[in-house]
C-alpha cells in the first residue's frame, strides 16, 4: 500500500518566477522520506543515523516535473515502494496538489553504513517492513537486483 | 495571546555537528510567521503576496541561540507581538523542545507594498488584529515607534 | 564544447553524514546553469527573467550519484548542450572533483513565458548560442524533439 | 584588518517578491565566515571539524537589513572581529553591493569542542590570528567577555 504524507509549499520554497524551485521539492522528498521510515518502517531518522550508523542515500533519481506549485499550496506526497534489493530499493514518489499531480519521481535509495560509508544489507526488520509495501503492490524482487 | 505553531527537526536542516544549521532556524521562523498570518492575523501569505501586493520583509533580528536543536526534535515556536508601529511590528519569537528554550528572537518586520517596494501602514484588518495581540500582553503602542 | 564552472562544497550543503545533502547538488547545478548562460549564452538570469520575463524552469532530470562529496571539496561541474528544440533543449551537467565523477544528470530545460507560464520559441540569440554548444558536440536537432 | 570575500546573489537566494530571502543571508555569511578561517586564520572548516573536532557554533547575532538585494547582485562581505574571549569572539560582518550596504550584523561564535559539544578556549594558532585582527582594530580584550 502507497503511504501517502503532506507538505506545505512555504515562501522559503518559492522562486522569484512565482513557482517552487526545484531543489526545494527534493527537500520536501526527503522529509517524506523521513515520514515513510518514521510512520511505516518503524525506524525514525534519528535512531537510524545516530543510534544504529546507518544512512540511506539516494543514488539515482528520475524526475518528471509534470505542472507547478505555487505558494501556500498544500500537497500530498505518495511513496510507493517498487523493487527492493539486498542493500537497496526503489520507490516511486508523486506529489499532488488539488488532485493535480506536480511530479513524479522514481528514487534509489541504498542502505548504508555511515562508519564504513559502504552498502550493506538492510537490517531484517527493515527489510521485512519494505518488502510488505512492495509485495503488496505485486512487484517483489528476491533481493536480486537493483542490487 | 501568543500565537503557536509547531516545526520539526528534518534531516535538511542538521549540519555535520549533528545540530541545527542556524540558517534552516530562520526559514522555520519564517514558516511560523506564515502560520501566524493565516491562522491569527486571517491573511494568509499568498493572498497578501499576490493578491493585495503585500509583503512584510524582516529589518531586524536578534536572536540568542540557547541550545542546540537534534535531528528528530519537534519544536513548539511561539510568537509574541511586542510593539506596533504605524508601517511595522516587533515580534518576539521563542523556539522550545522538550520545554527548553532553544532560542529566543526578537524580529522586527515591516509592511511593505510590493509594486513601489516601500513601506506602507499596515491595512486595517491586519493592524486590528495584531494589535488584539499586543494589548492582551499590555504593550500596546500607538503607532509612533517603532515606526 | 562543454562550458565548466566550479562550486565549493559549503558548511551549508553537508549532512549529518558528512556528505553533500543531495538537494543541494541541484542548487549547485541550478547556479552553474545561471553562469553557463552569463558566460557562454549571452543572457544573465537577472535580465532574462525581469526584462524579457523569460524563465528556463527543469521539466525533466534524471541524475545518477556516482560518488559523495564531502566539506571543502571544489567540483568542477562541467554543462554539455545534447539537444536544442524548438522550446526546450536538454544538457548533460557532470559535477567531477579532484579528476573523480560525482554525479552525471541529464536535465530538460523549457523556455517559459513567465507573464502567461506557457512554453515559447527560444528567442533567436538564445537558440543560436545553445545551437553552437550543440553543433559542436554533433547532435543538433532541427528542433523537432524534444519539443 | 577587515577580511573581505564576495558572494554572488543566486536565483536559489531570491524570494517572490523579488529580493534575498534573509535566511539566506546567513547561508552567505557563514560562507564568508569559512573563507575567514581558510584564507585568513589559517585553519579550513574542513580540518577543523573534521581532524580538530572543532566546531564554532553562532550563539547570537543582530543584524540590521539595510537594503535589498536582487538576483545577480555581487556582494562584498567584510568579516571585522571585535573582542577576543577565551572561548568565543565577536565580529561584525557588512555585505555591501556596488557600494551601499545591504545588512550589518554582530555575531557572536563560540569554540566548542564536536565531542563533549561544550565551550574550550581557543587553540593556541587560531586565537592568535583572531587576535591579530582584533588588535588591528583596536579593541583587543584580554580573555575577560564575552566569555
Same mark, same amino acid.
Given at each position: =500500500?502507497?503511504?501517502?504524507?503532506? @507538505?506545505?509549499?512555504?515562501? @522559503?520554497?518559492? &522562486? !522569484?518566477?512565482?513557482?517552487?524551485?526545484?531543489?526545494?521539492? /527534493?527537500?520536501?522528498?526527503?522529509? @517524506?522520506?523521513?515520514?515513510? /521510515?518514521?510512520?511505516?518502517?518503524? =525506524? *525514525?531518522?534519528?535512531? =537510524?543515523?545516530?543510534?544504529?550508523?546507518?544512512?540511506?542515500?539516494?543514488?539515482?533519481?528520475? %524526475? &518528471?516535473?509534470?505542472? !507547478?506549485?505555487?505558494?501556500? &499550496?498544500?500537497?500530498? $506526497?505518495?511513496?510507493?515502494?517498487? +523493487?527492493?534489493?539486498?542493500?537497496?530499493?526503489?520507490?516511486? $514518489?508523486?506529489? #499532488?496538489? *488539488?488532485?493535480?499531480?506536480?511530479?513524479? #519521481?522514481?528514487?534509489?535509495?541504498?542502505?548504508?553504513?555511515? +562508519? %564504513?560509508?559502504? !552498502?550493506?544489507?538492510?537490517? @531484517?526488520?527493515?527489510? #521485512?517492513?519494505?518488502?510488505?509495501?512492495?509485495?503488496? &503492490?505485486?512487484? /517483489?524482487?528476491?533481493? #536480486?537486483?537493483?542490487?
Amino acid at each position: =500500500m502507497p503511504f501517502t504524507t503532506r @507538505a506545505q509549499v512555504r515562501f @522559503a520554497d518559492v &522562486d !522569484p518566477a512565482g513557482i517552487v524551485f526545484y531543489p526545494r521539492y /527534493f527537500e520536501m522528498l526527503n522529509g @517524506a522520506v523521513e515520514d515513510w /521510515f518514521e510512520q511505516e518502517l518503524g =525506524m *525514525d531518522f534519528k535512531m =537510524m543515523h545516530l543510534e544504529n550508523h546507518i544512512g540511506v542515500p539516494t543514488v539515482r533519481l528520475e %524526475t &518528471d516535473f509534470l505542472s !507547478p506549485s505555487r505558494l501556500g &499550496d498544500r500537497l500530498d $506526497i505518495t511513496i510507493t515502494p517498487e +523493487r527492493l534489493g539486498r542493500t537497496s530499493c526503489q520507490v516511486t $514518489i508523486v506529489f #499532488a496538489g *488539488d488532485g493535480v499531480a506536480r511530479l513524479k #519521481a522514481h528514487v534509489v535509495l541504498v542502505c548504508m553504513d555511515l +562508519r %564504513t560509508q559502504r !552498502p550493506i544489507e538492510w537490517p @531484517a526488520p527493515l527489510r #521485512a517492513a519494505i518488502a510488505r509495501g512492495v509485495e503488496e &503492490d505485486g512487484t /517483489f524482487e528476491a533481493g #536480486a537486483t537493483p542490487a
